[in-house]
Each structure stands twice: as structure tokens, then as C-alpha cells.
């Protein structure tokens, strides 16, 4: 079990009578990049300024490294901040930006030169100590921000929103040289995002959070394949949610008869499923297969009545034989190009999983 660097436990804030996050349990884990990921409003820049000292929970307690940080004030906590709207002073070069950490901490002039140097050729900025702020572009000012987060060498990165600012090619390119920087420097890192996308090609692990809660703890690929709740399943990605009473419970896997129609051998949640369970049938677009002809082992007729392009892909809506609507989503080539709408095709669900149903 890698070590934690920061372990947060039954952390709780209200603003007045209503909740901001809490109670959440979780670790930072020494080198990892995290993720707070949800919806507007469900609690990741609370949590962040938890973790910062710049909000006090109500409850609960921090750990960072061997000491309790509960009551800590933030210059002591050893934590880089970069936050969406960069916050560079507008009246100072870039390099009195970055130095700004390294002169409150009263280094030597020559120390402080190198640093900034090194820290601005490590974020891609090499050579723009003179400049200002409003001389630097979006992507830039956010490098600089990065500079001077990361040039007191801080224990743990935090990051709320960095990049929401940016256009859209240029948030791309950051994700990847953010990503890139934070593994060189192996440094502990919590990042909020509301983008799925974001979180996903940036994070080893993912928290994702929904009204103050904790919705579930887990890699991008065990999010995606293994939602624990139907939020979770919704918000990640797209997903197929189809009714289903448990057949059979064998071997740690279940049979499921669909409302759909057809029956499908789906895996188990966390807390398993019994013979009789009335559950959902999760199943992701792109593993709900489309046959323009009987494929012959029991899948469903269904017609098309709706075909999305978007280039790489096709986005299809499908209508079975007894009125479920399914989305599948498939590869933009020949054989599925040649489905257009109203066709009549077989559709069968592969790698489906069982979501307790809840009341
Ligand atoms: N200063 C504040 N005063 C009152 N309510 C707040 C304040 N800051 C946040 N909240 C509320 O706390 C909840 C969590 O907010 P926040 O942590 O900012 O969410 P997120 O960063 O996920 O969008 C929201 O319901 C929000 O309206
Ligand atoms: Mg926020």
C-alpha cells in the first residue's frame, strides 16, 4: 500500500445551515495526482480550502505527513496553490511573480535567481523573468502561476480548475504538460476538475463527488467499467440503465433477464446481488453490438431512430422490438456508416455490469 501524504478524516463544513462537503474520509497518496471530480456545487473547492487552511471544517480532522494540520494556518502547511483565474500580481515581472514564495521565506538573492530560472524552464517559460502579466497569454499566465506554486518545492500540489480558462486546443496541450511536469517531479498533487475528460487522461485516482459526499474512490478505468451507483454510472461517460431481475448468482457474476428482452450475464457490485434482485443492467454505448442481420444466439430486433455523426464516431439511438431505448456507439467505418436511420438491425449487450436498483 503506497504511503499517504495527506489523510483527511470525517471532514465536514457548513456554510450556515447548509452543507458545503462532509463528512469525507480520503488519502493523498505520496507521488499520485488525484482528482476531485463532480458536478457544480458538489464540494471540491470547499474540500480544496480545506486542505489549504483557507477555510476551517466544522469537523473532523487533517493529517499531512506525521502532523495533525487541522488548525494549521496556510503559509505553514507547505502546499502549492494554483487556482482557474492564475491570481498573478498585475504589477509585478514574472520573475517578482515567482519569487514571491522564496522572499517571504528570506533566501539569498543568488538562490532565489536560480530557482526562479530553473522553475520556469521546467514549465516550458524559459526566459520571460522581465515581463508582465498582461504581455503573457492565457496558457502562459497559467505556466507562471504553475512556476510559482512549484518553486518553493512545496509537499503537495493543489489545483482548482487550472485550466477552465483556457481555450479548448490549449487546455488539451496543458492537461498533457501539467500531467507530464507533476510525474517528473513525482510531487503529491490534488486536482478539482468538473470535466470527466480532464480527469480521466490526467489522474491515477479519481474522487468523485456529488452533493458534499463521496460517490466513489476508484482509477479512471474502474470508474468507467465499474460504477458503484447510478450516479456514478451517469456521470461518467454515457450509460445504458436497463431493468433487469437477477436470474442466477454463480461464481461472483449474475444472469439477468432484461426488460429489453434476452437474458445476460452481468458482473457484480461491491455488494453483490441475490436471485429475485429487481436491478439495473449497466451496459456502456460502445459495447451494445449492432447486426444488420439475426446474428442467431438471441439478440434483440431493435430499428434505428436516430444517427449521430460526429466523425470518428456514430452515436445511435435504437428502439427494441418492446420499446426500450438503447444507445450505442460505434466506429465511424463502412459497415456501420451504411446503417442509416429507420434501419431494422439486432443489437446484443456485451461486458454488462448490475447496478443496485435504489428505492
Ligand atoms: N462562501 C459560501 N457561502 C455559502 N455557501 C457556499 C459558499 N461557498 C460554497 N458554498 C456552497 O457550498 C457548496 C459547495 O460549493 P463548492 O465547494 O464551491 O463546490 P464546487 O467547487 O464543487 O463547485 C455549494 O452548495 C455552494 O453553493
Ligand atoms: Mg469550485
Not at 215 to 225: F, G, I, M, N, R
Not at 235 to 256: K, P, Q, Y
Request: with cysteine; glycine share 10%.
Amino acid at each position: 500500500m503506497p504511503s499517504a501524504a495527506l489523510e483527511l478524516r470525517g471532514v465536514l463544513k457548513r456554510y450556515g445551515s447548509a452543507l458545503g462537503v462532509g463528512p469525507v474520509d480520503f488519502d493523498v497518496r505520496e507521488g499520485e495526482l488525484l482528482t476531485l471530480l463532480g458536478p457544480s456545487g458538489c464540494g471540491k473547492t470547499t474540500t480544496l480550502h480545506i486542505i489549504a487552511g483557507l477555510l476551517s471544517p466544522d469537523a473532523g480532522t487533517l493529517r499531512f505527513g506525521e502532523r495533525d494540520i487541522t488548525r494549521l494556518d496556510p503559509q505553514h502547511r507547505d502546499m502549492g496553490l494554483v487556482f482557474q483565474n492564475y491570481a498573478l500580481f498585475p504589477h509585478k515581472s514574472v520573475f517578482d511573480n515567482v519569487a514571491f514564495g522564496l522572499r517571504m521565506r528570506r533566501l539569498p538573492k543568488d538562490e532565489i535567481r536560480d530557482r526562479v530560472g530553473r522553475m520556469l524552464e521546467v514549465v516550458g517559460l524559459p526566459g520571460v523573468e522581465a515581463r508582465f502579466p498582461d504581455q503573457l497569454s492565457g496558457g502562459q499566465r497559467q505556466r507562471v502561476a504553475l512556476a510559482r506554486a512549484l518553486v518553493i518545492e512545496p509537499t503537495l500540489l493543489l489545483l482548482d480548475e487550472p485550466l477552465s480558462n483556457l481555450d479548448a486546443v490549449l487546455r488539451k496541450r496543458m492537461r498533457h504538460d501539467l500531467r507530464e511536469i507533476q510525474q517528473r517531479l513525482g510531487i503529491a498533487t490534488v486536482f478539482v476538475t468538473h470535466d470527466q475528460d480532464e480527469a480521466f487522461e490526467m489522474s491515477d485516482r479519481v474522487i468523485l463527488m456529488n452533493r458534499g459526499q463521496i460517490e466513489q474512490v476508484a482509477t479512471p478505468e474502474e470508474l468507467y467499467d465499474s460504477p458503484a451507483t447510478r450516479f456514478a454510472a451517469e456521470f461518467i461517460g454515457e450509460a445504458n440503465l436497463i431493468e433487469g431481475v437477477v436470474a442466477d448468482v454463480a461464481d461472483g457474476a449474475a444472469v439477468v433477464d432484461a426488460a429489453v428482452g434476452g437474458r445476460y450475464p452481468a458482473r457484480l457490485p461491491d455488494g453483490g446481488a441475490r436471485s429475485g434482485d429487481q436491478v439495473y443492467l449497466m451496459v456502456r454505448p460502445e459495447r451494445v453490438d449492432i447486426a444488420t442481420a439475426p446474428p442467431g444466439n438471441g439478440a434483440v430486433p431493435a430499428t434505428v431512430t436516430k444517427r449521430v455523426f460526429s466523425g470518428d464516431l456514430l452515436a445511435f439511438t435504437l428502439r427494441t422490438e418492446n420499446g426500450h431505448e438503447l444507445v450505442a456507439s460505434k466506429p465511424s467505418v463502412a459497415g456501420y456508416r451504411a446503417i442509416g436511420p429507420d434501419a431494422a438491425v439486432w443489437v446484443d449487450l456485451q461486458d454488462c455490469r448490475v447496478l443496485p436498483r435504489e428505492s
